[in-house]
């Protein structure tokens, strides 16, 4: 089977049961999510701590980046979770960076810390979104325009792109598809502001238009940069043809968090 029937496969039977409880929202939104987060944290500590070992291996780290996917089911109940996860991840920062070895092996509490950051903060800007006011169109919004940023960057850097962006990082981006991507994501925030009649003005809408485009490719850099440093290809092989959950989230991780603070700031 080629790499292509794979991706299409995986995308048939998963995306119909994301865009649904998307759709949806509530409960089965954020449990859906929590366990997208789960898989997702998994691969992240795999990556950084045992990467040639198969990723069952992960297995015993379990009970600690589980705190990343509860934040995220937790957000729908009260955001103020987030203050019990940031208490996690102090205390995981604390031994792990403190010079003092009084818990054996430093560098799993480093990798956890981060790994409660990055998929317990920002994944669960997700969940935020989805329930705030018209939170339905506004995740759609976010998914769509980022989408549109990766296929404009794509399309653009392909054709014309010349000038490396990344090379040590992502030797494929070039600056003119990030210009491209950059356009896509601007216009595609402006259409599905109308499209989607949010009912917030083209010149306030604007803003998340301006801003959503670089959280989109900084995320794929940063997502590109952390399998450089693990030294992997695919952050795992669980979404077969696709790679892992952190390759299918890398760009959303950092949308997301952009488009709950314009809502907070400009909208509500």
């Not at 039977?13 to 789960?38: E, K, Q, Y």
């Not at 792990?96 to 950051?117: F, N």
């Amino acid at each position: 089977m080629s790499n292509l029937q794979l991706r299409l496969m995986t995308a048939a039977a998963g995306l119909p049961i994301v865009l649904g409880v998307a759709w949806l929202g509530g409960w089965p939104f954020a449990l859906v999510l929590a366990v997208i987060g789960f898989l997702a944290a998994a691969e992240f500590v795999h990556g950084w701590l045992i990467p040639s070992l198969p990723i069952r291996n992960v297995v015993p780290h379990a009970p600690t980046f589980i705190i990343a996917p509860a934040m995220v089911a937790a957000a729908h109940i009260d955001h103020r979770f987030y203050f019990a996860g940031a208490g996690f991840a102090l205390l995981f920062a604390v031994l792990g960076y403190s010079p003092l070895k009084v818990t054996g092996p430093r560098k799993p509490y480093r990798v956890y810390a981060w790994c409660v950051l990055y998929f317990g903060f920002l994944l669960s800007t997700f969940v935020l979104v989805r329930d705030a006011e018209q939170g339905r169109e506004w995740f759609f919004l976010g998914l769509l325009a980022t989408f549109a940023v990766d296929t404009g960057a794509y399309a653009v850097g392909r054709s014309i792109g010349r000038h490396k962006m990344a090379p040590k990082i992502s030797p494929a981006k070039t600056w003119e598809g990030a210009a491209g991507g950059y356009v896509a994501g601007v216009l595609a925030v402006l259409l599905l502001n109308r499209l989607f009649d949010t009912g917030v003005p083209a010149s306030t809408a604007l803003h998340l238009a301006v801003a959503l485009p670089p959280a989109a490719m900084i995320g794929d850099l940063v997502e590109s940069w952390m399998k450089r440093r693990m030294g992997v290809k695919d952050a795992s092989g669980l979404l077969p043809g696709h790679g892992g959950f952190l390759d299918r989230l890398d760009s959303l991780l950092f949308v997301f968090p952009v488009v709950y603070l314009f809502l907070q700031a400009r909208v509500f």
